[in-house]
């Protein structure tokens, strides 16, 4: 396994990958590894026989008061995991080769609309910073598929259609959230939990349950249900940013078909994000 810094090297090894026919995978992280980025690499390794994993804390994707500063970096112990899982390349530039011109002159990629609710309406600008660093990578590691974390959904669909509109030859894959056994998803924020904190957040999880088992039902409430949900992670001590029910494709208002009911809560310092599918009969 090798570690590469600079963009010029990841070409050159891509170049001779691609001169002897092989198709590459991408698995871009932000590092602090854990078995959900694991399993990304791990699909990868069945889908490609080359796979590179990037590791770059992305400054544009946090906003004034984030944890940008604090966010945990942990590159010796993200080698030391990803050494056994096959990787071929981890690929972890410094901020100044990924964006060389100041971050307020850098030039953005943005999907509007569906970048702008939900997660997006509490955290102005994030989808802008998310996309733009996956445009680069794909324009960097030039991958023929990627793989990205399901417990990020709305992140997955505005990757979806940037990918679409920008006409990128990369196939998207989705792989599912990897859970804590009491539900929780794992997280690289999950760290920010104090040990009360932690037995509250399974709460989390088990609303989103009782709300996906309550449209498998039949109950087609989506506002009441939302509503509820929002009252149930108060009581459990979480204060909800949002519990909302859309359909699976596009997050657009919910339908007949696959739905997901997405939430974010915030306990202490952890933002945390979860969601669940449901087909409806």
């Not at 498998?216 to 009252?231: K, P, Q």
Request: aromatic share 6%; with cysteine; glycine share 8%.
């Amino acid at each position: 396994m090798k570690t590469l810094t600079a963009t010029a090297d990841l070409r050159a090894q891509v170049a001779r990958w691609r001169a002897a026919g092989e198709r590459i995978a991408l698995a871009p992280t932000m590092g602090n590894l854990h078995a959900g980025h694991l399993a990304l690499v791990r699909r990868a390794r069945e889908l490609a026989p080359r796979v590179v994993v990037s590791v770059f804390v992305n400054p544009l994707q946090f906003g004034a008061g984030e944890d940008y500063a604090d966010y945990p970096r942990t590159l010796p112990a993200d080698q030391a995991k990803l050494a056994p899982e096959g990787v071929d390349v981890v690929f972890a530039p410094a901020t100044r080769e990924v964006y060389p011109t100041a971050l307020e002159r850098q030039t953005r990629v943005e999907a509007p609309g569906i970048s702008d609710e939900l997660c997006g309406a509490t955290r102005p600008g994030h989808f802008a910073g998310v996309a733009t660093i996956v445009c680069k990578l794909f324009n960097m590691v030039q991958p023929d598929l990627a793989l990205f974390g399901e417990k990020d959904y709305q992140q997955l669909e505005v990757i979806r259609r940037m990918t679409a509109d920008l006409c990128m030859p990369v196939a998207l894959y989705g792989v599912a959230t990897v859970r804590e056994p009491d539900g929780l998803a794992m997280s690289s924020r999950n760290a920010y939990l104090t040990p009360a904190q932690r037995r509250q957040a399974p709460a989390l999880y088990q609303t989103l349950q009782a709300a996906a088992a309550a449209l498998a039902a039949g109950d087609r409430r989506f506002a009441e249900l939302e509503r509820e949900a929002c009252e149930r992670l108060q009581q459990q001590g979480l204060a909800p940013d949002y519990v909302a029910i859309r359909n699976a494709v596009g997050l657009a208002p919910p339908g007949a078909g696959e739905l997901v009911v997405l939430a974010a809560a915030r306990l202490g310092r952890a933002r945390l994000i979860d969601n669940l599918r449901v087909m409806l009969g």
